[in-house]
């Protein structure tokens, strides 16, 4: 048997305690390598062959930690966001858990698939719990369960004197009732199915009712599992934004806009005040506020959430009329006076331009 020695050395590789166990039982004597070196096969036991088989095992048992070298490729593996692909060597790899559970990605569906039938399983045990619950359900599910218990005899081969009669099982063309025993036949098959007409109804009406109840469950969860991937999402989605409104340093302000046009005071505009961060994170997320109108060319907004420092754009349900975008830094009274000028027309009558400036 191999010594404690090897024992060590194969602990000091990461070999799982099972395989460890497994090496132990195995007959014969092993020289302990020297260094990090693989033991050599002794006498004819076959130890050293044993053992690298073993240790090829270890190496390729799932779950196990990710390698050093792996790098991460999103959106190629079929599953949740921390299942990823690993570009370097070919497997599925956990995000979460910094462990590899799949060889490739074939591997990956056909373990998820294994698992969906499972889950399958679990759920179709609540489903008959829950029809026994309904009245009269416990009568549908005694009959689905006295025909699985009839299974020693059911499906059994046909008698050599069956007759069959066409026309009278309701069911499928190949059941057919046999006139010398009363019993329902799968000529497909050539296998009795059913001890009578009687009792192939009532094996096909439970099945039918458990059918529906599967279907109906399954519906639910799917739709359960929808509505928390949603729920998900949006928690994800609030989370990120409340990072980037942090990494921007998003401030309430008041913004007072004053709109002087050519004419006078511009009254009569429907406003909109969008802001966003001019670099880093939040560059590419707006703030946009609706500014309400007080007459006399002043639009005003109370405790709009902008950026500290950034770039803010006004924008209007008039195609004719465009504001200049202003850069801007959020003053420390909170309160930022803008005003708009309009410019004289130039090329294009029909288009009115007003120049943006904080009004100090």
């Given at each position: 048997?191999?010594?404690?020695?090897?024992?060590?050395?194969?602990?000091?590789?990461?070999?799982?305690p099972?395989?460890?166990a497994?090496?132990?039982?195995?007959?014969?004597?092993?020289?302990?390598?020297?260094?990090?070196?693989?033991?050599?096969?002794?006498?004819?036991?076959?130890?050293?062959?044993?053992?690298?088989?073993?240790?090829?095992?270890?190496?390729?048992?799932?779950?196990?930690?990710?390698?050093?070298d792996?790098?991460?490729?999103?959106?190629?593996?079929?599953?949740?966001?921390?299942?990823?692909?690993?570009?370097?060597?070919?497997?599925?790899?956990?995000?979460?858990?910094?462990?590899?559970?799949?060889?490739?990605?074939?591997?990956?569906?056909a373990?998820?698939?294994?698992?969906?039938?499972?889950?399958?399983?679990?759920?179709?045990?609540?489903?008959?719990?829950?029809?026994?619950?309904?009245?009269?359900?416990?009568?549908?599910?005694?009959?689905?369960?006295?025909?699985?218990?009839?299974?020693?005899?059911?499906?059994?081969?046909?008698?050599?004197?069956?007759?069959?009669?066409?026309?009278?099982?309701?069911?499928?063309?190949?059941?057919?009732?046999?006139?010398?025993?009363?019993?329902v036949?799968?000529?497909?098959?050539?296998?009795?199915?059913?001890?009578?007409?009687?009792?192939?109804?009532?094996?096909?009406?439970?099945?039918?009712?458990?059918?529906?109840?599967?279907?109906?469950?399954?519906?639910?969860?799917?739709?359960?599992?929808?509505?928390?991937?949603?729920?998900?999402?949006?928690?994800?989605?609030?989370?990120?934004?409340?990072?980037?409104?942090?990494?921007?340093?998003?401030?309430?302000?008041?913004i007072?806009?004053?709109?002087?046009?050519?004419?006078?005071?511009?009254?009569g505009?429907?406003?909109?005040?969008?802001?966003?961060?001019?670099?880093?994170?939040?560059?590419?997320?707006?703030?946009?506020?609706?500014?309400?109108?007080?007459?006399?060319?002043?639009?005003?907004g109370?405790?709009?959430?902008?950026?500290?420092?950034?770039?803010?754009?006004?924008?209007?349900?008039?195609?004719?009329i465009?504001?200049?975008?202003?850069?801007?830094?959020?003053?420390?009274?909170?309160v930022?006076?803008?005003?708009?000028?309009?410019?004289?027309?130039?090329?294009?009558?029909?288009?009115?331009?007003?120049?943006?400036?904080?009004?100090?």
């Open positions: 048997m191999p010594d404690e020695r090897m024992q060590q050395w194969l602990a000091g590789l990461g070999v799982p099972a395989i460890l497994m090496v132990k039982n195995i007959p014969g004597d092993s020289s302990t390598p020297a260094g990090n070196a693989a033991p050599a096969a002794s006498g004819t036991d076959g130890v050293g062959a044993i053992t690298a088989g073993l240790l090829r095992q270890a190496a390729t048992a799932l779950p196990r930690p990710m390698q050093p792996c790098k991460i490729l999103r959106n190629k593996v079929p599953g949740p966001r921390n299942i990823v692909l690993c570009a370097t060597h070919g497997h599925v790899v956990d995000t979460d858990t910094q462990m590899i559970v799949a060889k490739d990605v074939a591997d990956y569906k373990r998820a698939k294994t698992a969906a039938v499972d889950t399958a399983k679990t759920i179709g045990k609540a489903t008959i719990a829950g029809v026994e619950a309904i009245p009269g359900g416990k009568t549908v599910i005694d009959g689905v369960k006295g025909a699985l218990a009839d299974a020693a005899q059911l499906p059994r081969p046909m008698q050599p004197d069956c007759k069959l009669v066409h026309g009278k099982v309701p069911g499928p063309k190949n059941h057919l009732l046999c006139a010398a025993h009363g019993h036949v799968d000529i497909k098959t050539n296998m009795i199915i059913a001890n009578d007409v009687a009792s192939y109804k009532e094996t096909a009406a439970a099945a039918k009712a458990v059918q529906g109840v599967v279907k109906k469950a399954l519906t639910a969860v799917e739709n359960a599992a929808a509505d928390a991937k949603k729920r998900a999402d949006a928690e994800a989605a609030a989370q990120k934004e409340a990072e980037i409104d942090k990494a921007v340093g998003v401030v309430p302000v008041e007072s806009l004053l709109v002087n046009g050519v004419d006078g005071p511009a009254d505009l429907k406003l909109l005040a969008s802001a966003s961060a001019d670099h880093g994170v939040g560059e590419g997320r707006g703030y946009v506020n609706a500014l309400r109108e007080n007459g006399k060319g002043f639009y005003a109370k405790g709009v959430p902008i950026p500290s420092t950034g770039i803010l754009y006004i924008g209007t349900d008039k195609e004719t465009r504001f200049d975008i202003l850069r801007y830094t959020a003053p420390a009274n909170g930022l006076r803008l005003k708009a000028t309009e410019k004289p027309a130039t090329g294009n009558a029909k288009l009115r331009h007003f120049e943006l400036t904080i009004d100090a």
